[in-house]
């Protein structure tokens, strides 16, 4: 019986290899218009991710917020290391310095121009984080934290979901900006916006989760 099996699936494979793909390429093309059509913005995976399928792109954001969550409360527990070794020579330090600094330029217009361009808000938080992390490894661990409290990092995160959260539901709901004339900054309704948001909770999102990691495990 295994060797039946086997055969069929050989068989499968082989009819998957051998019949061709009779989907028309005009086919591909007119959905891809029809998106920006609708969306508004020539960046048709963006339009996708924050209209089409804007209901999971929600639960997307609300996995990140558990994630840091969960390793806030799995890490409380923990002991902290009295001493954190990091790059005290100046080579590393310049070079992870500006390293961020391109990362944060990056992050910036990756979430400005994520609905022109290939972008958008995830892309533009990981850039986020990286900057911070680049940042967070050249720094005091006490410095770092300063800043996370000093500016209430932790309450934008917040509300960058809440925000995030309010705008998406208006969305699926019909309640729309104007698009705008198609491949201009002040483009594509709410997506922009959307973009920004969503920029905004992963960068201080991976802000929190790297302070937690230093803490708690020193640089890895």
């Not at 201009?184 to 916006?193: A, D, N």
């Amino acid at each position: 019986m295994k060797w039946v099996y086997i055969a069929a699936g050989i068989a499968l494979y082989c009819i998957f290899l051998v019949i061709p793909n009779r989907v028309s390429d005009n086919l591909d093309i007119a959905i891809v218009q029809s998106i920006v059509e609708d969306s508004g913005v020539p960046n048709a995976v963006t339009g996708i991710i924050l209209r089409n399928r804007l209901y999971d792109t929600i639960f997307e954001v609300v996995v990140f917020t558990i994630a840091v969550m969960g390793a806030r409360f799995l890490l409380a527990d923990e002991k902290p290391l009295s001493h954190i070794y990091q790059f005290t020579d100046q080579p590393s330090i310049v070079l992870a310095r500006l390293g961020a600094t391109i990362c944060s330029l990056v992050g910036i217009e990756l979430a400005i121009r994520g609905h022109l361009s290939p972008g958008g808000g995830f892309a533009a938080g990981v850039a986020g984080g990286t900057a911070i992390g680049l940042v967070a490894i050249t720094s005091s661990p006490e410095w770092m934290q300063a800043i996370y409290k000093r500016w209430n990092a932790a309450r934008w995160e917040k509300v960058s979901v809440l925000l995030f959260i309010i705008l998406a539901v208006m969305t699926m709901t019909g309640l729309e900006l104007p698009h705008g004339e198609l491949g201009t900054l002040l483009s594509g309704g709410i997506i922009p916006v959307l973009n920004i948001l969503v920029a905004i909770k992963v960068s201080l999102g991976s802000w929190a989760v790297i302070l937690l990691f230093i803490h708690y495990r020193g640089l890895l």
